[in-house]
């Protein structure tokens, strides 16, 4: 772990060009075979060839939108592991995932919709409105929101959600070819428009998660110490939500349910920056950028010619972390 705040300064800066590095990467490796001459050609003085358009039109907006979704998701992890106190929380606990599924999957059923910038809006609707429904089964009773009833909640929703869209896609073999590689979870084919469209909102929750981080740590002693501290425990359990769920919604939107970005590097980011949220959330951005940056590089040449989603490829990486977290015990402070 980094001790001092000066070596946890000089780690972000590693890590950011580390981020400039795995982003670099993106752009010039891939299936179009490509050098890192043509990649600053194609950026400054495009021709018009074969290589430039790959290179500005589907990698650049590629590795800007692996970034951003990686990066949201690891803080959006974060903010859940504190909320629940669950070291295997994660933004789909709050059902994000399974709702924006669900409405992705009636729109596609019920009103034939293949927009992929309108099945867009409808996930990160379909996030938000499962989100809420777990805030507000989360909400009711004398003792407010609390971590165990978070975590219920939140799973029961998922479970219907999931149950739901299972049986309607079973029901429509059309809408299951539509949906399934969305469902999966890529950022390959994904416009700059899409990411354009959401990147207010995630930047908003970037710098509210950041704003947020010192309450974060407060409520982290517990609620009865909290509330001794004059915190009002509620509001910004509302409020660490709310970001959740911009922060989820707006990387569903666009890439689809990727899931274990926001378990693993939470854990990665606490063992290198610590438990203060001041410092953890700029780490979770930057190693969840790398992480889905370095995933989506590796997804191209899995099964060369063809790609794999980048979520499959989460999975794989994700599956014996996740086992190793809950053997170990390790327990979110």
């Not at 982003?23 to 050098?35: E, L």
């Not at 939108?65 to 592991?81: C, D, F």
């Not at 009711?140 to 998922?158: E, F, Q, R």
């Not at 899409?194 to 970037?206: C, D, E, S």
């Amino acid at each position: 772990m980094l001790a001092t705040n000066r070596q946890k300064a000089f780690g972000l800066i590693g890590l950011f060009i580390l981020l400039l590095t795995a982003m670099w990467m993106s752009v010039v490796y891939g299936y179009t075979d490509t050098n890192w001459r043509q990649a600053i050609a194609a950026l400054i003085d495009n021709n018009g060839s074969n290589a430039h358009l790959v290179v500005a039109t589907v990698r650049l907006p590629r590795a800007l939108i692996a970034a951003a979704v990686g990066a949201s998701l690891a803080m959006a992890g974060a903010l859940m592991q504190a909320l629940t106190r669950n070291p295997l929380a994660s933004p789909g606990i709050f059902g994000i995932n399974a709702g924006a599924g669900f409405f992705i999957v009636v729109m596609v059923t019920f009103f034939s919709i293949s927009s992929l910038q309108m099945l867009s809006w409808v996930a990160f609707i379909g996030a938000a409105a499962a989100a809420a429904i777990v805030f507000v089964i989360s909400a009711a009773g004398k003792d407010g929101l609390t971590p165990l009833k978070m975590t219920l909640a939140g799973t029961a929703v998922a479970a219907l959600f999931a149950s739901l869209t299972q049986g309607m896609l079973a029901m429509n073999e059309k809408a299951l070819e539509e949906v399934l590689f969305w469902l999966a979870g890529s950022v390959a084919g994904r416009k700059l428009e899409l990411l354009a469209a959401v990147f207010p909102y995630l930047a908003a929750a970037w710098l509210g998660a950041m704003l947020l981080a010192r309450h974060v740590n407060i409520l982290m002693m517990g609620d009865d110490v909290a509330k001794g501290l004059g915190q009002r425990t509620n509001v910004i359990k509302a409020a660490a939500a709310l970001l959740v769920v911009l922060l989820a919604g707006g990387s569903v939107a666009v890439a689809g349910p990727i899931g274990f970005i926001g378990i693993m590097v939470p854990h990665m980011a606490r063992a290198l920056a610590g438990i203060d949220h001041r410092w953890l959330l700029p780490y979770c951005a930057l190693l969840g950028g790398i992480l889905l940056l370095a995933a989506d590089i590796g997804a191209r040449y899995v099964l060369m010619p063809r790609e794999v989603p980048v979520g499959i490829v989460t999975a794989l990486i994700g599956v014996p972390f996740f086992v190793y977290i809950a053997r170990r015990g390790i327990t979110a402070k």
